[in-house]
T-cell receptor, first 110, second 113 residues
């Protein structure tokens, strides 16, 4: 079974803090993604990566950055957390378009 | 750019009722189509997918979807829903290379026992 692991299930941070969300996959997939999920808005793509050290902006990259130093690990970074970044963050890896999701990280920014 | 529209944001059905969730996409080229489901408290999982061939696709748990190319649609159906089908359902599309998966806004289904 494909396994995508997100390091934290729940996080509470303060406005202005730097936040790291970690994601690891064990299927040697080249493509990895970060989405945020908000009620009524579905899943929106923040960033994706198609290879080590390669990254591409998704639909809503503002306020975020990413790091892909190793194939299995894709990190999402909130440089200075804001309250409008309170959301559920989902990491995924993919093979031929089929996504395999992690359990998600519910981030609350106070 | 591709986009996906799910017309029903909330659907409430009684058990044994038939289900159809609409999904329309806009993209000029060849697409791969997906339905994902998220049960309460669980992560997203694949329900069914269409890459090519028979446009009527069978998925898990009795779900099926039909790809109608002329209508740019990929509607999800189930003849008789169960309480355990209560979940949020997402339609998604990629181009043929499997790039840039785009999701619809989701449909929340509640099945009354």
């Amino acid at each position: 079974d494909v396994k995508v692991t997100q390091s934290s299930r729940y996080l509470v941070k303060r406005t202005g803090e730097k936040v790291f969300l970690e994601c690891v996959q064990d299927m040697d997939h080249e493509n990895m993604f970060w989405y945020r999920q908000d009620p009524g808005l579905g899943l929106r793509l923040i960033y994706f990566s198609y290879d080590v050290k390669m990254k591409e902006k998704g639909d809503i990259p503002e306020g975020y950055s990413v790091s892909r130093e190793k194939k299995e690990r894709f990190s999402l970074i909130l440089e200075s957390a804001s309250t409008n970044q309170t959301s559920m963050y989902l990491c995924a890896s993919s093979a031929r378009g089929e996504l395999f999701f992690g359990s998600g990280t519910q981030l609350s920014v106070l | 750019a591709q986009s996906v529209s799910q017309h029903n944001h909330h659907v409430i059905l009684s058990e044994a009722a038939s289900l159809e969730l609409g999904c329309n996409y806009s993209y000029g080229g060849t697409v791969n189509l997906f339905w994902y489901v998220q049960y309460p408290g669980q992560h997203l999982q694949l329900l069914l997918k269409y890459f090519s061939g028979d446009p009527l696709v069978k998925g898990i748990k009795g779900f099926e979807a039909e790809f109608i190319k002329s209508k740019f649609s990929f509607n999800l159906r189930k003849p008789s829903v169960q309480w355990s089908d209560t979940a949020e359902y997402f339609c998604a599309v990629t181009d043929n290379a499997g790039n840039m998966l785009t999701f619809g806004g989701g449909t929340r289904l509640m099945v009354k026992p």
